[in-house]
């Protein structure tokens, strides 16, 4: 069934707020709102639309997974690590974190973090790297400081 879901002040209507994952040790200030393609109603999307905000000076988990997904931040600014770079972020940016690439976003500019992120409904579970896989495929001294885990 079509339907609009209405938004004031980045909370939806009838959408609950939730704990980012329940493992709490690998991120800080994290919540999501699964937006569409969890409900009962919306089974016939094969993808889910989730909006995650991440308060100053928080972080997502550093983690990589065999699935692609994009992103559209939608509030505040920030940076994020994508694979063995570092990137600024600011409204409206687009990214696209295609499977199998290290990420972590970070609320580090003074301000929350908030965005968009469009996923597959069937989809693998993230992966947190351990120690060797940083050692094998993180060699840029800016990812190495700007990580948390």
């Known amino acids: 069934m079509s339907k609009v879901i209405k938004c004031e002040n980045y909370s939806w209507k009838g959408i609950e707020r939730k704990d980012y994952k329940t493992d709490t040790t690998c991120y800080q200030g994290v919540h999501r709102f699964s937006l569409l393609g969890e409900q009962n109603d919306e089974q016939e999307l094969n993808f889910q639309t989730r909006y995650f905000e991440v308060k100053k000076g ?4 550093l983690e990589y997974h065999r699935h692609p997904h994009s992103v559209v931040i939608i509030k505040g600014s920030g940076s994020m690590v994508l694979g063995d770079e570092v990137y600024k972020l600011g409204l409206h ?24 992120c ?3 409904r069937y989809r693998d579970k993230p992966t947190l790297p351990d120690r060797e896989y940083l050692s094998k495929n993180i060699s840029n001294p800016e990812v190495k400081e700007k990580i948390k885990q």
């Open 93 to 116: 940016d687009v990214v696209f974190i295609s499977p199998e690439t290290l990420h972590q976003f970070h609320a580090d500019n003074g301000e929350s973090l908030g965005f968009i």
């Open 118 to 120: 469009i996923v597959d």
């Open 58 to 61: 928080g972080f997502t988990s």
